[in-house]
Protein backbone atom coordinates (compact mmCIF):
# COMPACT_ATOMS: atom_id res chain seq x y z
CA UNK A 1 0.00 0.00 0.00
CA UNK A 2 1.14 4.04 -1.08
CA UNK A 3 1.49 5.88 2.23
CA UNK A 4 -0.79 8.49 1.26
CA UNK A 5 -0.72 10.49 4.64
CA UNK A 6 -1.54 13.79 4.48
CA UNK A 7 1.07 16.83 5.46
CA UNK A 8 -1.99 19.21 6.49
CA UNK A 9 -4.81 17.51 8.31
CA UNK A 10 -7.05 19.82 5.93
CA UNK A 11 -7.38 19.79 2.58
CA UNK A 12 -5.80 23.07 0.66
CA UNK A 13 -8.19 23.40 -1.62
CA UNK A 14 -11.64 23.77 0.06
CA UNK A 15 -10.14 23.93 3.62
CA UNK A 16 -12.12 21.05 5.22
CA UNK A 17 -10.69 18.82 7.67
CA UNK A 18 -9.72 15.50 7.08
CA UNK A 19 -12.62 13.17 8.36
CA UNK A 20 -14.78 10.30 7.26
CA UNK A 21 -16.28 12.69 4.60
CA UNK A 22 -13.07 14.88 3.53
CA UNK A 23 -10.42 12.28 2.52
CA UNK A 24 -7.54 12.26 1.45
CA UNK A 25 -6.35 11.44 -2.10
CA UNK A 26 -3.21 11.27 -4.40
CA UNK A 27 -2.76 14.26 -6.29
CA UNK A 28 -0.82 14.56 -9.29
CA UNK A 29 0.55 18.66 -8.98
CA UNK A 30 1.40 18.80 -12.86
CA UNK A 31 -1.38 16.98 -14.06
CA UNK A 32 -1.14 13.18 -14.88
CA UNK A 33 -2.21 13.66 -18.31
CA UNK A 34 0.82 15.38 -19.02
CA UNK A 35 2.82 12.76 -18.51
CA UNK A 36 4.16 13.28 -14.14
CA UNK A 37 3.48 10.07 -12.53
CA UNK A 38 6.36 11.58 -9.25
CA UNK A 39 5.08 14.52 -7.74
CA UNK A 40 2.25 14.50 -6.11
CA UNK A 41 0.46 15.67 -3.08
CA UNK A 42 -2.05 14.19 -0.47
CA UNK A 43 -3.46 17.60 1.28
CA UNK A 44 -5.97 17.25 -1.67
CA UNK A 45 -9.41 15.85 -0.81
CA UNK A 46 -10.86 13.69 -3.00
CA UNK A 47 -13.57 15.43 -3.91
CA UNK A 48 -11.83 18.99 -4.65
CA UNK A 49 -9.37 16.25 -6.72
CA UNK A 50 -11.31 15.03 -8.83
CA UNK A 51 -13.45 18.20 -9.45
CA UNK A 52 -10.07 19.93 -10.05
CA UNK A 53 -9.01 17.28 -12.87
CA UNK A 54 -12.59 17.89 -14.85
CA UNK A 55 -12.75 21.25 -14.07
CA UNK A 56 -9.40 23.29 -14.10
CA UNK A 57 -6.35 20.85 -15.08
CA UNK A 58 -8.58 19.99 -18.24
CA UNK A 59 -8.09 23.79 -19.41
CA UNK A 60 -4.37 23.10 -20.08
CA UNK A 61 -3.91 19.06 -21.01
CA UNK A 62 -6.93 19.38 -23.55
CA UNK A 63 -5.45 22.37 -24.98
CA UNK A 64 -4.78 21.83 -28.96
CA UNK A 65 -1.62 22.90 -28.97
CA UNK A 66 -0.83 20.97 -25.52
CA UNK A 67 -2.24 17.75 -26.93
CA UNK A 68 0.01 17.71 -30.10
CA UNK A 69 2.95 18.17 -27.65
CA UNK A 70 1.43 15.08 -25.29
CA UNK A 71 1.42 13.46 -28.70
CA UNK A 72 4.62 13.91 -29.98
CA UNK A 73 6.36 13.52 -26.69
CA UNK A 74 4.31 11.30 -24.56
CA UNK A 75 4.31 7.41 -25.17
CA UNK A 76 1.44 6.45 -23.84
CA UNK A 77 -0.20 9.62 -26.25
CA UNK A 78 0.82 8.36 -29.38
CA UNK A 79 -2.34 7.65 -31.14
CA UNK A 80 -4.38 11.02 -28.88
CA UNK A 81 -6.77 12.59 -31.38
CA UNK A 82 -5.77 16.15 -31.70
CA UNK A 83 -8.64 17.29 -33.64
CA UNK A 84 -12.53 16.94 -32.93
CA UNK A 85 -13.40 13.88 -34.28
CA UNK A 86 -16.41 15.66 -36.10
CA UNK A 87 -16.22 18.45 -38.24
CA UNK A 88 -18.92 20.22 -40.84
CA UNK A 89 -17.21 22.42 -43.61
CA UNK A 90 -18.12 25.61 -45.08
CA UNK A 91 -21.01 23.59 -47.27
CA UNK A 92 -22.01 21.67 -44.49
CA UNK A 93 -20.77 18.46 -45.61
CA UNK A 94 -19.63 16.40 -42.29
CA UNK A 95 -16.34 14.73 -41.88
CA UNK A 96 -14.65 12.25 -39.18
CA UNK A 97 -11.57 13.01 -38.92
CA UNK A 98 -8.60 10.18 -38.64
CA UNK A 99 -4.75 9.50 -38.48
CA UNK A 100 -4.70 9.23 -41.85
CA UNK A 101 -6.88 12.17 -43.33
CA UNK A 102 -10.97 13.19 -43.48
CA UNK A 103 -13.27 11.17 -43.75
CA UNK A 104 -16.35 12.45 -45.77
CA UNK A 105 -19.50 11.63 -44.33
CA UNK A 106 -22.30 10.51 -46.70
CA UNK A 107 -25.02 12.80 -47.41
CA UNK A 108 -28.04 10.48 -47.94
CA UNK A 109 -31.81 11.66 -49.71
CA UNK A 110 -34.32 9.17 -50.33
CA UNK A 111 -35.77 10.84 -53.30
CA UNK A 112 -39.89 9.66 -52.48
CA UNK A 113 -41.22 10.22 -55.20
CA UNK A 114 -39.36 7.67 -57.30
CA UNK A 115 -37.63 5.91 -54.51
CA UNK A 116 -34.37 6.21 -55.83
CA UNK A 117 -31.40 6.71 -52.68
CA UNK A 118 -29.23 9.59 -53.89
CA UNK A 119 -26.14 9.53 -52.33
CA UNK A 120 -22.88 11.38 -52.51
CA UNK A 121 -20.05 9.46 -51.39
CA UNK A 122 -16.37 9.92 -51.67
CA UNK A 123 -15.80 6.36 -53.40
CA UNK A 124 -18.14 3.44 -55.16
CA UNK A 125 -16.70 1.20 -52.41
CA UNK A 126 -17.85 3.65 -49.56
CA UNK A 127 -21.39 3.67 -51.30
CA UNK A 128 -22.12 0.58 -51.89
CA UNK A 129 -21.05 0.11 -47.86
CA UNK A 130 -23.53 2.72 -46.78
CA UNK A 131 -25.69 1.31 -49.14
CA UNK A 132 -26.07 -2.10 -47.60
CA UNK A 133 -26.68 -0.25 -44.53
CA UNK A 134 -29.87 1.59 -46.02
CA UNK A 135 -31.21 -1.01 -47.51
CA UNK A 136 -30.87 -3.80 -44.17
CA UNK A 137 -31.74 -0.95 -41.82
CA UNK A 138 -34.25 1.41 -43.58
CA UNK A 139 -36.03 -1.23 -46.39
CA UNK A 140 -35.88 -3.96 -44.15
CA UNK A 141 -34.24 -6.55 -46.88
CA UNK A 142 -32.28 -9.50 -46.05
CA UNK A 143 -28.87 -10.41 -47.20
CA UNK A 144 -29.88 -12.00 -50.20
CA UNK A 145 -32.07 -9.32 -51.19
CA UNK A 146 -29.12 -7.00 -50.37
CA UNK A 147 -26.94 -8.64 -52.83
CA UNK A 148 -29.56 -8.93 -55.99
CA UNK A 149 -29.44 -5.12 -56.00
CA UNK A 150 -26.02 -4.51 -55.24
CA UNK A 151 -24.87 -6.98 -57.77
CA UNK A 152 -26.97 -5.24 -60.65
CA UNK A 153 -25.33 -2.09 -60.97
CA UNK A 154 -27.92 -0.81 -63.98
CA UNK A 155 -30.41 -1.07 -61.09
CA UNK A 156 -28.07 0.32 -58.49
CA UNK A 157 -25.72 2.50 -59.60
CA UNK A 158 -26.57 5.64 -62.40
CA UNK A 159 -23.51 4.90 -64.23
CA UNK A 160 -21.45 8.87 -63.33
CA UNK A 161 -18.98 8.89 -60.90
CA UNK A 162 -19.08 12.21 -59.01
CA UNK A 163 -16.39 13.16 -56.67
CA UNK A 164 -16.81 15.94 -54.01
CA UNK A 165 -14.77 19.18 -53.96
CA UNK A 166 -13.80 19.02 -49.65
CA UNK A 167 -14.51 22.46 -48.96
CA UNK A 168 -12.63 23.94 -46.21
CA UNK A 169 -13.07 23.50 -42.16
CA UNK A 170 -11.77 25.25 -39.18
CA UNK A 171 -10.60 23.86 -35.98
CA UNK A 172 -10.64 26.68 -33.13
CA UNK A 173 -7.33 27.17 -31.05
CA UNK A 174 -8.68 29.92 -29.45
CA UNK A 175 -8.01 29.88 -25.66
CA UNK A 176 -9.49 30.69 -22.33
CA UNK A 177 -6.53 32.88 -21.30
CA UNK A 178 -7.94 32.75 -17.59
CA UNK A 179 -8.85 29.45 -17.53
CA UNK A 180 -5.62 28.31 -18.79
CA UNK A 181 -3.27 29.92 -16.30
CA UNK A 182 -5.40 29.23 -13.34
CA UNK A 183 -4.57 25.19 -14.26
CA UNK A 184 -1.10 26.52 -13.94
CA UNK A 185 -1.20 28.39 -10.70
CA UNK A 186 -2.95 25.12 -9.38
CA UNK A 187 0.51 23.66 -10.11
CA UNK A 188 2.30 26.12 -8.24
CA UNK A 189 -0.32 26.87 -5.23
CA UNK A 190 0.03 22.65 -4.35
CA UNK A 191 3.90 22.54 -5.32
CA UNK A 192 4.11 25.32 -2.71
CA UNK A 193 2.22 23.88 0.02
CA UNK A 194 4.08 20.63 -0.06
CA UNK A 195 7.89 21.85 -0.37
CA UNK A 196 7.31 24.78 2.21
CA UNK A 197 5.03 23.08 4.49
CA UNK A 198 1.53 24.25 5.70
CA UNK A 199 2.29 27.83 6.77
CA UNK A 200 2.03 28.93 2.75
CA UNK A 201 -1.44 28.28 3.13
CA UNK A 202 -2.42 31.28 5.26
CA UNK A 203 -0.26 33.18 3.00
CA UNK A 204 -2.48 36.23 1.90
CA UNK A 205 -1.26 35.75 -1.97
CA UNK A 206 -2.20 31.95 -1.27
CA UNK A 207 -5.58 32.71 0.13
CA UNK A 208 -6.49 34.92 -3.52
CA UNK A 209 -5.19 31.80 -5.28
CA UNK A 210 -6.83 29.21 -3.78
CA UNK A 211 -10.17 31.45 -4.09
CA UNK A 212 -9.44 31.15 -8.06
CA UNK A 213 -8.91 27.55 -7.65
CA UNK A 214 -12.07 26.92 -5.47
CA UNK A 215 -14.09 28.78 -8.07
CA UNK A 216 -12.51 27.21 -11.01
CA UNK A 217 -13.13 23.95 -9.16
CA UNK A 218 -16.89 24.67 -8.61
CA UNK A 219 -16.82 25.21 -12.45
CA UNK A 220 -16.73 28.90 -12.91
CA UNK A 221 -15.95 29.63 -16.17
CA UNK A 222 -16.94 33.58 -17.01
CA UNK A 223 -13.57 35.10 -15.05
CA UNK A 224 -14.40 39.05 -15.70
CA UNK A 225 -12.07 41.73 -16.93
CA UNK A 226 -11.15 42.07 -13.34
CA UNK A 227 -9.96 38.57 -12.79
CA UNK A 228 -8.72 37.61 -15.78
CA UNK A 229 -5.88 40.77 -15.25
CA UNK A 230 -4.91 39.33 -11.76
CA UNK A 231 -4.90 36.44 -12.46
CA UNK A 232 -2.59 37.14 -15.69
CA UNK A 233 -0.21 39.49 -13.39
CA UNK A 234 0.28 36.57 -10.93
CA UNK A 235 1.09 33.98 -13.76
CA UNK A 236 2.91 34.52 -17.08
CA UNK A 237 3.30 32.24 -20.17
CA UNK A 238 7.39 32.01 -21.15
CA UNK A 239 8.14 35.77 -20.04
CA UNK A 240 11.61 36.99 -19.58
CA UNK A 241 11.91 35.43 -16.34
CA UNK A 242 11.39 31.95 -17.63
CA UNK A 243 13.02 32.89 -21.14
CA UNK A 244 16.81 32.85 -19.02
CA UNK A 245 15.97 29.62 -17.51
CA UNK A 246 14.64 28.27 -20.76
CA UNK A 247 17.79 28.71 -22.40
CA UNK A 248 19.43 26.58 -19.69
CA UNK A 249 17.17 24.09 -20.31
CA UNK A 250 17.04 23.89 -23.93
CA UNK A 251 20.60 22.56 -24.13
CA UNK A 252 19.75 19.45 -21.88
CA UNK A 253 18.40 16.88 -24.29
CA UNK A 254 14.07 15.82 -23.21
CA UNK A 255 15.38 12.34 -22.47
CA UNK A 256 17.17 13.75 -19.52
CA UNK A 257 14.76 16.27 -18.00
CA UNK A 258 11.26 15.89 -18.92
CA UNK A 259 9.51 18.27 -15.76
CA UNK A 260 10.82 21.35 -13.75
CA UNK A 261 9.33 23.14 -10.83
CA UNK A 262 11.57 25.37 -8.67
CA UNK A 263 10.66 27.95 -6.03
CA UNK A 264 13.36 31.52 -5.91
CA UNK A 265 13.34 34.48 -3.87
CA UNK A 266 13.35 37.08 -6.60
CA UNK A 267 15.26 40.81 -5.78
CA UNK A 268 12.11 42.30 -4.46
CA UNK A 269 11.45 39.72 -2.05
CA UNK A 270 8.73 38.11 -4.07
CA UNK A 271 8.41 34.36 -4.15
CA UNK A 272 8.02 33.02 -7.44
CA UNK A 273 7.23 29.23 -8.88
CA UNK A 274 8.84 28.24 -12.30
CA UNK A 275 6.94 25.32 -13.99
CA UNK A 276 8.70 23.75 -17.04
CA UNK A 277 6.60 20.78 -18.47
CA UNK A 278 7.96 18.26 -20.98
CA UNK A 279 10.73 20.15 -21.57
CA UNK A 280 9.53 23.01 -23.61
CA UNK A 281 9.43 27.18 -23.79
CA UNK A 282 5.60 26.83 -24.77
CA UNK A 283 5.20 25.29 -21.21
CA UNK A 284 7.09 27.65 -19.23
CA UNK A 285 5.58 29.36 -16.72
CA UNK A 286 6.58 31.71 -13.87
CA UNK A 287 3.62 32.44 -11.06
CA UNK A 288 4.23 35.20 -8.16
CA UNK A 289 3.27 33.38 -4.81
CA UNK A 290 3.91 36.02 -2.40
CA UNK A 291 5.39 39.52 -1.70
CA UNK A 292 6.79 37.63 1.96
CA UNK A 293 9.62 35.26 0.36
CA UNK A 294 11.48 35.25 3.58
CA UNK A 295 8.41 33.71 5.66
CA UNK A 296 9.02 30.77 3.68
CA UNK A 297 12.88 30.73 2.24
CA UNK A 298 14.91 31.70 5.48
CA UNK A 299 17.92 29.27 4.60
CA UNK A 300 17.45 28.37 1.60
CA UNK A 301 17.46 30.83 -1.72
CA UNK A 302 15.57 28.09 -4.37
CA UNK A 303 13.96 24.41 -3.91
CA UNK A 304 14.03 22.55 -7.11
CA UNK A 305 12.43 19.71 -8.22
CA UNK A 306 13.41 18.36 -11.64
CA UNK A 307 11.88 14.53 -12.96
CA UNK A 308 14.24 13.07 -15.51
CA UNK A 309 12.62 11.53 -19.33
CA UNK A 310 13.20 8.00 -17.39
CA UNK A 311 10.96 8.71 -14.64
CA UNK A 312 13.59 9.98 -11.58
CA UNK A 313 12.44 12.31 -9.03
CA UNK A 314 15.47 14.79 -8.24
CA UNK A 315 15.24 17.21 -5.39
CA UNK A 316 17.60 20.30 -5.01
ZN1 LIG B 1 -11.12 19.71 -0.73
Redesign the pocket.
Known sequence: MEDITPMTDF?I??G?PFDDK?VPSKEHIIPEALGNEKLVTYC??E??NNELGSNVDSYLTDYILVKMLRKEKLEKDKDLQIFDSDLTDDKGNKYRIRDDGPEIFPKIDVDKQNGHIHMEVASVEEGIKEARRILKKRFKLDNVQIDEIINDPERFIRGETQYIVPGTFKQDADIDQARFRLAVIKIAYEYAVEKMGVSYTSDPDAAVLRAYLKAGRNGKKDFGEKDYKDISERCHLNDSFTEVIGTVFNSIPDKLVSYTVWLVKDRGNQLVCGIRILNSDFLTFSVFLSKNAENYMKKRKSIVTVITGDGQLIEA
Open positions: CICNTVCKC
